[in-house]
């Protein structure tokens, strides 16, 4: 396949940040592009020399031109567009978290299992060099077996408020490092218990602390406080910090390698995972879908990330959100 063409499935912040990544991929054309709102529809069409726009992702995936979609809507609406598009002989992207429940992951799974398409879930952590860093040196031995993991996602309060409309900050940003824990042990999580806690009076809480204990007996500790003060220098507070029985690694993503300072006080702006280079977007995201696109151009599927180890990483943020709303702990397996 020389030429590969992507559908686009919802336009929010993110539905735009992929476009902008996927327009600077070669070999790679944004055929056409999917919202319910009409406004930012034609808005994006233009932006992005696209003529093709739907308000019903069912007529983009009737389109026989379309090779590939991206799955960009919120992750409550996940379910049907991504199905949907795998059943229509597309490959898939979906942004994680896969899925809002058990059984709308369980059903992505099975039907990508089905499907000889790619099917790949956007865990764009595996592609920021420091984890995958991490990930080979625990590969080689280097710190023996992990016994504990530390991980910490914190981000402003200007930034989290009108995301905590829609998801927590466990489902939200724990299941990054619910997934690399998952990916660095090897191990299953047996059981989860966390605690939250609501400061402003919004739909999801403001901060969540989660432990995990995995069948290995390794323990992690996820911290999400989506309330860091409304002048935090940064976007994201992100670390991590894992300790095996030979050695111990420290993973630090919150270092301004990059900053300014304007009249306003300093600012970080994100070098790591869409940083914008001219008008696209480069970084993580940008390797994550060239990985993408390189697969189903080999006719190969994805195996950085599958649908089963993102199904993994949401059903323990779930039993996490179950735990803190009941005060106990929760047995997965």
């Not at 023996?144 to 489902?171: C, D, E, M, Q």
């Not at 724990?174 to 806690?197: C, K, N, P, R």
Request: net charge negative.
């Amino acid at each position: 396949m020389d030429r590969i063409r992507f559908g686009i499935i919802g336009l929010g912040r993110f539905g735009e940040v992929h476009c902008q990544a996927l327009a600077n991929l070669p070999g790679v054309e944004i055929l056409a592009l999917c919202t319910r709102t009409k406004s930012r529809l034609e808005e994006f069409g233009g932006r992005f020399s696209v003529d093709r726009l739907f308000t019903d992702y069912r007529e983009l995936l009737a389109d026989p031109q379309v090779d590939a979609v991206s799955v960009v809507t919120m992750w409550d609406q996940h379910a049907e567009p991504a199905i949907g598009a795998i059943e229509a002989g597309k490959h898939v992207f979906v942004e994680k978290p896969l899925a809002s429940t058990v059984a709308d992951c369980d059903r992505i799974v099975n039907a990508a299992a089905r499907s000889a398409s790619a099917c790949m879930v956007g865990h764009i952590c595996r592609f920021n060099p420091r984890f995958a860093a991490a990930k080979r040196e625990i590969e080689a031995g280097s710190i023996g077996r992990i016994v504990s993991l530390y991980a910490r996602r914190n981000i402003p309060a200007a930034v989290s408020k009108s995301v905590l409309t829609k998801i927590g900050p466990i489902a939200g940003d724990a299941v990054h490092d619910t997934d690399l824990m998952l990916w660095f042990t090897g191990s299953q999580i047996e059981t989860a218990y966390a605690q939250t806690l609501s400061v402003r009076g919004l739909p999801n809480p403001d901060l969540g602390w989660t432990t995990y204990r995995f069948a290995d007996g390794a323990i992690g500790v996820c911290e999400n406080i989506w309330m860091l003060p409304e002048k935090t220098p940064y976007r994201i507070d992100e670390r991590m910090e894992i300790v095996g029985t030979l050695g111990s690694m420290s993973i630090q993503e919150n270092s301004a390698n990059f900053s300014v300072c304007d009249p306003d006080g300093w600012r970080a702006p994100d070098t790591t995972y869409w940083p914008l280079i001219g008008s696209h977007r480069g970084g993580a995201l940008r390797d994550e879908l060239a990985y993408f696109a390189n697969c189903i151009r080999e006719g190969r599927k994805p195996d950085v990330i599958t649908p089963e180890e993102a199904s993994a990483a949401v059903k323990a943020c779930l039993a996490a959100e179950e735990s803190a709303a009941q005060g106990r702990i929760v047995r997965l397996c």
